[in-house]
């Protein structure tokens, strides 16, 4: 349970007859001591409440009838909003109220006051601004701070450009906006990090707010305190930034047994947050004493200034709407109708879950009807906006049932609006990310074995992974279209969470259809490898790593049965680790290469249980991989040096490796087909993703899409744009160019692409050939020896036949070959384990935290280097490297040590935060060799 703090004055009723005139109180807004409030005829009381119960005087605007929030403050002047969509002020140096205009004349929907500057919100999503501040509240960049009393209000822009805002909210001088997608942005005053603490304390435009969990929450409604914000999402969870926080805190309030009570409104005023749960009860926190310190974690629970009953909401329903007002908390009594409408977390003008399902029903009896295009539109209302969402995965499940019964013309014109007018936003939030949890509940209740839901779902997801993809085509080729989403939003962890007995039998059911797939006496089973698309990078890894085993583990066997070596062992030396593995290579029967690896390194004790290889992968890479060695030639793709292929034979005959080679067989240097080293590369390039082993080292993503077999015979410009951008521009401008004189204008020829081409000039009729034939050149025959062996020895060790790895996509086989750049030390941390008396609060443990997150990227790679033999992050980020940290003993002059094969560092008890750095840095400047790894 929650503790208690202080609580709240005793609560009281407002006599609505003697001082409202009888009509019902139907809103309150307020600043500090001021409280405006508006009754179900349109009249406005002001009150002010210093002295505990307020008083209240009417306000004289006759012939205004006020909307649902159709008033606010500021500290010095009163905004009243109208039915009709109009705008008056009401300031302290006026003496009387005074239309505020806005240049596009639209409706407003919602008004809000910082203490200097209104808000309007406009029925299109617009947001308008007027008043006068320094305080980047006007949301109009820094040289705008002052709007004239006689000027219309300016609307603002900056993040919101083309953006519909769905509601809005304002602190002293800090305003945050919701869009109608669930994102939020925000400007204005941020000495408090109520808009993240990466941000300057004043921001003049809307920006996007700056938190990593404010990016995946599904926000329904906003509120603003004196120094933070207050978001609540879909789930019924209340998110809290500011009041000096590093992060968001985030809380699940529970009551009772631990019985989790959704919220479906907040309010907020200067240090509480008044809560309103579906069941009509109220609960009130008090933010600025009940966060967490920064850099302690978040309890589940804010502790809660008043759990009472208030008296207000002493009725048959409960509460329908909760307000604060500075320190006053005010409840509004619910009817019958409105307790109905509190279930709606998005606008309570819309019809409620069950009427919503009601239409649904009606809506899907007449689906198999739909005969015409532009009847789709009521399904397309219904899937890209919030109104599936307010039915639940009832609603959205109705929904996928309809399109599977819906005739296939139809089916395909309605995706075809999508295409054309659904963007980035709106795919994410109202198809993808609701259709991949349905379809991950699914697979979790059906065991992944093919429920019609389960199916259907995954179809949809394939029709808009494929929209999405040629949205990231049109993208690079630069033509005009929607900007793609993350396809990592398509992809679920759902295989992890059954064990690897699961995985085997979902991935042997799937191999036995393949090979068998002409079989009339077998149905093809559904499996979740039919969709690749949405499976996770480290679900595929894990996948890989199962099979991988298994075909390891059957070499081992074999080898052992007939009395032979059961590894593959290399034995090198460390100043020669380049040829002695070629060597040792060549010298091995290619049946050898899938038995487990082992290395060793001549002249060292070190066992490798797994760091003695990462070592030797890193060294060698930085050998093999070498430019000036000439195996590689460095190329810039974007900003970007890439590796690709060379074929200057003055750079291979440099290398010496050449000689030791030939050497090492029976032909002389003159007979050596100079291209066999790239099998030898292959070779290796295999056995780390065969070991499950990072290679540090750049390809461009076509080397990627070779070893997958996924570069097509006629390769597209989106293909080449992948290895040479300037290219593939340059050549897309040769198609786009309208004109009747390429010839002249761009003076190309088929010189290397045909014989005698250099004498046969790129015309307006042959242009279309040119460019295929030089995308064809590029990509396959330029290359074509090398990439052959490069091929042929990576398919010694990765079969192609392999069905985990036809699961990757190019870009994921270079994150599971190469690791990510990215670290993330706060992952780390909170994913480490400490053993040997050291806990996550021990000084030592806390001085090498801060000690680590202050050195830069490189010095940080050192670490992970040192610590666990590979510089860059795994699949999954650095919280899978299931780290750990070991007390080696009290203080002493000894250095930092690690076990790379086991993730582990062992750390002294150093008495001092500067010897621990001291011994740190000499502990990383002299890190090569092992003992037991």
């Known amino acids: 349970m929650p503790t208690e703090a202080t609580e709240l004055r005793t609560p009281f009723v407002v006599d609505e007859l003697s001082i409202f005139d009888g009509s019902t109180v139907r809103t309150a807004q307020g600043w500090s001591e001021q409280v405006v409030f508006t009754t179900e005829n349109g009249n406005v009381f002001v009150a002010n409440a210093q002295a505990g119960r307020p008083a209240v005087n009417p306000l004289n605007l006759p012939g205004f009838l006020l909307e649902d929030d159709g008033e606010t403050t500021g500290s010095s002047h009163i905004v009243l909003l109208t039915d009709l969509g109009r705008v008056f002020a009401y300031a302290s140096s006026t003496a009387s109220p005074y239309l505020l205009e806005n240049k596009r004349n639209e409706p407003i929907v919602q008004i809000v006051c910082t203490q200097k500057v209104t808000l309007l919100l406009g029925h299109s999503g617009r947001v308008h601004a007027h008043g006068a501040s320094s305080a980047g509240d006007l949301g109009l960049g820094d040289k705008v701070t002052q709007i004239r009393e006689d000027e219309p209000a300016r609307q603002v822009e900056g993040g919101l450009k083309h953006v519909a805002v769905q509601r809005l909210a304002a602190g002293p001088s800090h305003v945050l906006a919701l869009t109608a997608s669930g994102r939020l942005l925000a400007w204005g005053d941020n000495d408090n990090n109520q808009q993240g603490s990466l941000r300057p304390v004043k921001i003049s435009w809307p920006l996007p707010i700056d938190s990593d969990k404010f990016d995946k929450i599904r926000a329904c409604d906003v509120a603003c305190g004196d120094t933070f914000i207050a978001v609540l999402t879909r789930s019924g969870r209340l998110h809290i930034l500011g009041c000096g926080l590093a992060e968001d805190a985030t809380f699940a309030p529970s009551f009772g047994n631990d019985h989790f009570k959704p919220i479906v409104a907040i309010s907020a005023g200067k240090d509480y947050v008044a809560a309103l749960h579906d069941d009509g009860e109220v609960t009130v926190y008090d933010v600025a004493q009940s966060l967490p310190r920064q850099g302690v974690d978040a309890k589940e629970t804010l502790p809660l200034v008043s759990k009472a009953t208030l008296p207000a909401m002493e009725t048959e329903h409960g509460a329908a709407r909760v307000a604060v007002l500075g320190n006053i908390i005010l409840a509004f009594g619910a009817n019958e109708e409105a307790a109905e409408k509190r279930l709606c977390f998005v606008d309570e003008a819309i019809a409620t879950t069950p009427r919503l399902c009601l239409i649904l029903e009606s809506l899907g009896a007449n689906a198999e009807r739909v005969v015409h295009a532009d009847q789709t539109r009521l399904f397309l209302v219904f899937l890209c906006t919030p109104l599936a969402q307010m039915g639940g995965d009832e609603a959205l499940l109705k929904l996928v049932r309809m399109l599977d019964r819906m005739e296939k013309r139809v089916f395909n014109e309605l995706f075809k609006w999508i295409f054309k007018e659904v963007d980035a936003q709106a795919l994410a939030t109202y198809l993808v990310e609701p259709l991949v949890k349905i379809f991950s509940q699914e697979a979790r209740a059906s065991s992944l074995d093919g429920s019609p839901d389960l199916i259907t779902t995954a179809k949809l997801l394939h029709v808009l992974y494929n929209i999405n993809e040629t949205h990231a085509y049109l993208q690079i080729m630069g033509r005009l279209g929607h900007v793609p989403i993350d396809r990592n939003l398509f992809t679920t962890n759902v295989l992890l969470e059954i064990d690897p007995t699961g995985i085997d039998r979902i991935l042997y059911r799937w191999q036995d259809h393949i090979s068998h797939p002409k079989s009339k006496s077998r149905t093809a089973p559904f499996s979740i490898l039919q969709y690749p698309f949405l499976i996770s990078v480290d679900t595929k890894s894990e996948i890989l790593r199962l099979e991988g085993s298994h075909v390891m583990m059957e070499r081992y066997q074999g080898a052992r049965r007939r009395g032979q070596q059961a590894t593959l062992v290399l034995s090198v030396r460390r100043n020669r680790v380049f040829m002695d593995t070629i060597r040792a290579l060549a010298a091995t029967d290619p049946v050898d290469m899938k038995m487990p690896l082992q290395v060793k390194f001549e002249g060292e004790e070190g066992v490798d249980a797994g760091g003695v290889k990462k070592e030797f992968f890193e060294l060698l890479s930085t050998t093999l991989f070498d430019p000036h060695m000439g195996v590689f030639n460095a190329i810039d793709i974007g900003g970007t040096e890439k590796l690709w292929f060379t074929n200057e034979e003055s750079a291979l005959n440099s290398v010496d490796l050449m000689a030791q080679f030939i050497a090492s067989g029976s032909k002389s240097p003159d007979e050596v087909d100079k291209n066999e080293l790239y099998m030898l590369v292959g070779q290796l390039i295999g056995l780390a993703i065969y070991n499950n082993t990072i290679l540090d080292v750049q390809f461009p993503i076509t080397l990627y899409r070779i070893l997958l077999r996924k570069l097509p015979e006629q390769p597209s410009l989106m293909h080449l744009h992948e290895l040479d951008p300037a290219l593939a521009r340059g050549l897309q401008s040769m198609l786009d160019y309208d004109g009747d004189d390429v010839e002249t204008v761009f003076g190309a020829d088929f010189a290397g692409l045909r014989p005698g081409g250099e004498n046969e000039p790129v015309s307006n009729e042959n242009r ?113 490297l299931r780290f750990s940290i070991q007390r080696a003993g009290p203080d002493s002059d000894q250095l930092p040590t690690a076990s790379t094969c086991f993730n582990h560092l062992l750390l002294p008890d150093y008495f001092s935060k500067q010897k621990l750095a001291n011994k740190l840095d000499v502990a990383l400047n002299n890190a090569q060799g092992f003992g037991l790894s």
């Open 768 to 880: 279309n050939e040119y460019v295929a034939e030089k995308i064809a050149f590029k990509l396959h025959k330029e290359f074509f020896p090398i990439i052959d062996k490069l091929l042929k020895g990576f398919e010694t060790v990765v079969d192609r036949n392999m069905r985990s790895f036809q699961l990757f996509e190019p870009e994921q086989l270079e994150l599971a070959l190469t690791g990510s750049d990215a670290l993330d030390i706060d992952e780390l941390r909170v994913s480490t384990e400490y053993d040997g008396g050291y806990t996550s609060s021990s000084r030592v443990v806390k001085w090498f935290w801060q000690i680590v997150k202050a050195w830069d990227k490189d010095k940080q790679r050192e670490l992970l280097r040192f610590a666990t033999g590979a510089p860059r992050a795994p699949v999954g980020g650095l919280q899978s």
